[in-house]
């Protein structure tokens, strides 16, 4: 059965590599990959703003543009690479990123997302931008992962995992990290920013429970001690390289909600490596 991957385009370099990421990234795996581009018409949702003529008008515009865009996308690699592995699907909608996203997540029976950090509108002086920072928060359907326009593919040298082992997680929330981690042969560290000396017996049952959960992959753990979480993780995977930063966002958790600012500039701009937001998948 193939794997449905969404890859959302703005038409931008930054959505273009990230889709280079997915294809190499899935290479070996039977995929259909699903090409997105969100065309927002001002007035469309809601037509009282602007007349409905306008409306009219600057929509049937905005579709003819993003056509003649995704026709020129449809020339480039890797769409006109042949591979037996992947089929790729072209979709225009117009609307919200995110209710077209959701939208498409749910009739297509998508299981992630790989999208750029920073689109075409957003600033350059942001490492992750807005349309990445919404898409990891309120796209919970399915994981999300974030790729810098910089990077060009190469299998992680190792995936960082924070964690305080006061979340239960389950096999279905760390599938896609698990599978990323087979896929690329990179072992996960577990990171533990440790406040307290002790670990209560639900941390101890949540620890059992993540090496169970983590066993078909090659994992190690870590400590840092006394240490804010943010500067934690920052410094952790610079001072080892690490290739990816994975992590499960469930609200009021250990990260609370870990891309509000200045969560997004102080992680996106240390960092600078893929990020993959991982869902409680009952929200």
């Given at each position: 059965m193939k794997k449905k991957i969404l890859l959302p385009t703005d038409?931008?370099?930054?959505?273009?590599?990230?889709?280079?990421?997915?294809?190499?990234?899935y290479k070996e795996e039977q995929c259909e990959f699903f090409i997105?581009?969100?065309?927002?018409?001002?007035?469309?949702?809601?037509?009282?703003l602007i007349s409905v003529?306008?409306?009219?008008q600057t929509l049937t515009a905005a579709k003819e543009a993003a056509e003649k865009k995704m026709e020129e996308l449809k020339t480039q690699p890797p769409f006109t690479v042949t591979s037996t592995n992947h089929t790729f699907k072209y979709l225009i909608e117009i609307g919200d990123l995110t209710?077209?996203?959701?939208?498409?997540?749910?009739?297509?029976?998508?299981t992630l997302v790989v999208m750029g950090t920073r689109g075409e509108t957003d600033s350059k002086h942001l490492i992750l931008g807005s349309n990445a920072v919404v898409t990891m928060e309120k796209v919970r359907g399915c994981p999300v992962l974030a790729i810098p326009g910089h990077i060009t593919y190469k299998a992680p040298s190792e995936i960082v995992f924070p964690t305080s082992f006061k979340t239960t997680y389950t096999k279905a929330e760390l599938a896609?990290?698990?599978?990323?981690?087979?896929?690329?042969?990179?072992?996960?560290?577990?990171?533990?920013?440790?406040?307290?000396?002790?670990?209560s017996t639900k941390q101890i049952e949540n620890k059992a429970l993540l090496n169970t959960l983590l066993e078909p992959t090659t994992y190690t753990h870590h400590k840092l001690y006394n240490q804010n979480l943010h500067n934690g993780v920052r410094s952790f995977v610079q001072s080892r390289d690490s290739g990816m930063i994975a992590f499960?966002?469930?609200?009021?958790?250990?990260f609370g909600s870990i891309f509000s600012n200045p969560m997004v500039k102080d992680l996106g701009n240390n960092t600078n490596v893929p990020i993959l937001a991982l869902h409680n998948l009952e929200h």
């Open positions: 038409f931008s370099k930054n959505s273009t590599n990230a889709i280079h990421y997915a294809v190499q990234l997105l581009h969100s065309c927002y018409v001002p007035g469309y949702a809601k037509s009282n003529d306008n409306v009219d209710d077209n996203l959701k939208n498409t997540i749910k009739n297509n029976t998508i896609v990290l698990v599978e990323i981690a087979s896929l690329t042969n990179a072992p996960i560290r577990v990171l533990y920013i440790q406040k307290n000396l002790d670990f499960v966002n469930k609200k009021h958790s250990f």
